[in-house]
């Protein structure tokens, strides 16, 4: 893959060294209310591009300004993330890397998380919060 991954553990240490990062968490509304890691924006992969941009109802000033900043990209587990942090190098932004494993591995790697009321939230709730809930349509199907 053309995009960078930052493991979990190296976000931590780097956050916890004081290094100046644009958390960009690209999941739903809905997820992001629910947990989040604590300083985290968040951007909907589905307006990504107009809140990169000047000019639109979605624009987020912070991202129009900054091509040059630090962005790690983030989502439930690593797979949006990828994703938008490929379109956001297309884009211009030189150092736009995405979180391996996105919230379920911070949560993995018992990294704090928050509510949107800022409160923590524990490791077993978020564990609940973020695991899949598919419908029996939704699983692939058993070959015999």
């Not at 690593?78 to 884009?91: H, I, K, P």
């Not at 736009?96 to 923590?120: I, M, Y």
């Amino acid at each position: 893959t053309r995009v960078k991954e930052i493991q979990p553990w190296d976000l931590s240490k780097q956050l916890a060294a004081g290094r100046e990062l644009v958390l960009l968490d690209v999941r739903e509304p809905a997820e992001f209310a629910m947990l989040r890691i604590p300083g985290a924006i968040n951007v909907p992969r589905g307006v990504l591009e107009q809140s990169c941009e000047w000019d639109y109802d979605e624009t987020v000033p912070l991202l129009a300004a900054g091509r040059e900043l630090d962005i790690v990209v983030i989502c439930r587990s690593g797979y949006r993330s990828v994703l938008v942090a490929d379109v956001m190098q297309q884009m211009g932004y030189i150092s736009a890397v995405s979180l391996k494993t996105g919230v379920r591995g911070w949560n993995d790697f018992e990294q704090p998380l928050v509510d949107s009321a800022g409160n923590p939230v524990d490791a077993d709730t978020a564990d609940a919060l973020l695991a899949p809930r598919l419908r029996p349509d939704q699983h692939k199907p058993k070959t015999s």
